[in-house]
C-alpha cells in the first residue's frame, strides 16, 4: 500500500503534477480536492497497478481525457474517446453566447424581434454533444417555459453521435434534443425540419468545425495529432473549407424559407480577416461580429442573418 503523497512524490518527474492528481482523482474515485486534503490515504495494490498503467499511458502522450473517459466542460462532465474532440473551455463561449441571446434570458425576454417565434437551436459538427447539451441543461434548469424550443444536432460521424447520444442520457436531455447522422445541414434540410411559418422561426446554429490550417495543425502538439481525430481538426483551404460549406448550405435555405439565422462559429484568431471576406461575398446584408476569448484572442465569429423579404415581428 502507498499514501498520495508517496505516489505523488515517486511519479511526479513522469508526468505533470496536475496531470497526476487527475489521474490520482479518478481512480480512487474521489475529487481532486481530496488529493489536496488527504495526502495520507492509502490506494491498495490493484489501484496502484491501475494507477501506473494510466501514468504509462499519459508518459507517452495520451491525452488524460481520453485515459479517464471524461471531459468538464461548462460544469458538467461529459463522456469521450478517441472519436470525439477533446471539449476545450474556449468552447464554453459560445454556450454563454448563445445562452445571452435567447428570450428565456431575462435581458431579452421582452425582445420584439423573438416574439412569438419558434426558436430552433441547431448543433453543427455535435461531436461529444457538450455544445448542445450544455444549452439544454441550462435550459432545463432555467425553470422558464421553453416549449418554443426545438433542439437539434447532427454529425457526420456515426461514433461521435453515438458519444453523444450517451452523454444526452447522462444529463437526462436526451429527449430535448434531436440527434441525425449527416453532413452539416443536409439532414434537417432532408427531414423538412426547416418548411415551417417563415418568418416566425428563428435559427440558432452553433458550429465548432475543423477550421486549422495545414500549417496550425503540422503545429500542434503531438498529443493532439497523434491521438485527437484529425477529421475534427483540420480543414482545407486555410482551414475554412467546413465553415465556407456551412455558409453555402445557409445560403440555399435562408431564402427559400424566409428564415431569421444567427451563427455562432469557432475560429482560429488569424482568419478573422479572411472570414470576414468570406461571409461578405455569400450574406452581403448580414450583419458580422467577432469576440475575443479570455486571452484576448479572436475565438467567436457571430454572424445575423435576415432575408431581404422578411418582417420582422
Request: aromatic share 10%; glycine share 2%.
Amino acid at each position: 500500500m502507498s499514501t498520495i503523497k508517496n505516489l505523488q512524490q515517486k511519479y511526479f518527474s513522469k508526468i505533470s503534477p496536475l496531470d497526476l492528481e487527475i489521474l490520482i482523482s479518478h481512480t480512487i474515485g474521489k475529487p481532486k480536492e481530496f488529493i489536496l486534503t488527504h495526502p495520507e490515504f492509502e490506494l491498495d495494490e490493484l489501484k496502484i497497478k491501475n494507477l501506473k498503467f494510466k501514468i504509462a499511458r499519459r508518459a507517452k502522450g495520451e491525452p488524460v481525457a481520453y485515459i479517464t473517459g471524461c471531459k468538464e466542460f461548462y460544469g458538467l462532465d461529459f463522456k469521450v474517446n478517441k472519436n470525439v474532440l477533446i471539449p476545450r473551455p474556449e468552447t464554453e463561449q459560445i454556450v454563454e453566447l448563445v445562452i445571452s441571446n435567447l428570450p428565456a434570458c431575462p435581458v431579452d425576454r421582452q425582445s420584439v424581434i423573438w416574439k412569438n417565434k419558434k426558436i430552433v437551436i441547431i448543433d453543427i459538427g455535435t461531436g461529444s454533444g457538450n455544445i448542445i447539451i450544455s444549452i439544454a441543461k441550462w435550459l432545463k434548469k432555467s425553470k422558464l417555459p421553453i416549449t418554443n424550443y426545438q433542439l437539434l444536432a447532427s454529425d457526420i460521424s456515426s461514433k461521435s453521435l453515438r458519444v453523444a447520444k450517451q452523454n444526452a442520457k447522462k444529463h437526462k436531455v436526451e429527449n430535448k434534443i434531436k440527434f441525425l447522422q449527416g453532413d452539416l445541414l443536409k439532414p434537417f434540410v432532408k427531414n423538412k425540419i426547416f418548411k415551417i411559418q417563415n418568418s416566425k422561426f428563428k435559427i440558432l446554429i452553433t458550429a465548432n468545425l475543423p477550421y486549422l490550417s495545414r500549417k496550425i495543425y503540422d503545429s500542434t502538439p503531438a498529443d493532439v495529432k497523434k491521438y485527437e481525430p484529425k477529421f475534427a481538426l483540420y480543414s482545407p483551404k486555410n482551414g475554412l473549407e467546413h465553415y465556407e460549406k456551412l455558409f453555402k448550405q445557409i445560403k440555399i435555405i435562408i431564402p427559400c424559407y424566409m428564415l431569421h439565422a444567427t451563427c455562432y462559429m469557432e475560429i482560429s484568431p488569424e482568419q478573422k480577416n479572411k472570414l470576414a471576406k468570406l461571409i461578405k461575398n455569400y450574406f452581403p446584408q448580414s450583419k458580422t461580429v467577432f469576440h475575443k476569448d479570455l486571452a484576448e484572442k479572436w475565438r467567436v465569429c457571430e454572424i445575423n442573418i435576415t432575408p431581404k423579404k422578411s418582417v420582422l415581428v
